[in-house]
């Protein structure tokens, strides 16, 4: 049960792909202007990286470490195709919109990393749990990002007006500033901040450390 408590609940916040690893900035920037977005893009790398946790620990004992990327890439490809031909089926106008950076799921950091680093090492159990839980960190990430950038954008959600514009006679005032790349980064760079003020031991060491007057011969 801890085991399982571990892999689920774990990164989340204490070790959260986006906020402690840094991984997956790409996609938290470029399709975060949309709640609606955000939400498939999460649904999609959770499944990707759940089936692609549980295949690889599936052929652990047969795969040659010599190939073991090759076939995990190939592997997580694989899963990438399901995902962007059921997007294409029954969503196709998402498909369209987010056919590029489903592709780049193939090589999203996330991914690759928990196939080689966990899957590759466990049992399969653990192993999709695992998936589930990296990919709920993710997605956590991902939607927050997502309502900040539209609510304060374009003063709606999922096109439900929250805040009634300047134009409607109503308050707010869309903010375009929001909806650019940089916006996101401010953005993932304060949750990041709060998360590591909240968590001190999630802060990297200084790679420069100065010398103590002792180091350095002074009396």
């Known amino acids: 049960m ?15 792909p986006v906020t402690f ?35 690889i620990s599936l052929m652990r004992r047969h795969l040659p470490r010599s190939v073991r990327i090759i076939v995990q890439m190939t592997v997580i490809a694989s899963g990438v195709i399901v995902v962007d031909e059921f997007l294409q089926a029954f969503a196709p106008e998402t498909a369209r919109t987010l056919s590029v950076f489903v592709g780049q799921i193939v090589t999203n950091c996330i991914v690759l990393g928990r196939a080689e680093s966990f899957a590759a090492h466990n049992r399969v159990g653990i192993s999709f749990l695992d998936g589930i839980g990296n ?31 300047v134009i409607d006679g109503g308050w707010f005032e869309p903010n375009a500033l929001a909806l650019l790349p940089p916006s996101a980064f401010f953005i993932i760079g304060f949750i990041i901040w709060g998360v590591r003020s909240w968590k001190p031991k999630q802060v990297e060491r200084s790679d420069f450390q100065p010398l103590t007057d002792h180091e350095m011969g002074h009396e």
Do not use: H
Not at 147 to 164: A, P
């Open 135 to 165: 990919g709920m960190g993710f997605s956590l990430i991902l939607i927050t990002v997502a309502i900040i950038r539209e609510l304060f954008g374009t003063g709606s959600l999922m096109q439900v007006e929250i805040f009634k514009p």
């Open 21 to 55: 690893q840094i991984l997956g900035i790409c996609s938290a920037v470029a399709i975060t202007t949309s709640l609606y977005s955000a939400l498939v893009m999460s649904l999609a790398l959770t499944s990707v990286l759940a089936y692609s946790n549980v295949t």
């Open 2 to 16: 801890v085991r399982i408590r571990q892999a689920l609940l774990t990164p989340l916040i204490d070790e959260n």
